[in-house]
């Protein structure tokens, strides 16, 4: 299976479960001190994580249908 990231690049996905677990880390991960790269990856995680959540979700209902 594959999603687009925000930049539009397909992206396989051989693992759901562990890519939500591995985006779900990234998604609020940040430098201390924070610097300015900080923002802009944790939106590009959190669209994946998002991507990734709403994948899982439409798995699940073709398995329940």
């Not at 539009?8 to 890519?19: F, I, N």
Request: hydrophobic content about 30%; aromatic content about 10%.
């Amino acid at each position: 299976m594959y999603i687009s990231d925000l930049y539009g690049q397909r992206k396989e996905v051989t693992d759901l479960d562990k890519a939500i677990a591995q985006a779900e880390n990234f998604k609020d991960m940040h430098h201390i001190p924070p610097v300015e790269s900080d923002k802009e990856r944790q939106a590009y995680w959190r669209d994946i994580y998002k991507k990734l959540v709403q994948l899982k979700s439409k798995e699940n209902e073709q398995s329940c249908g």
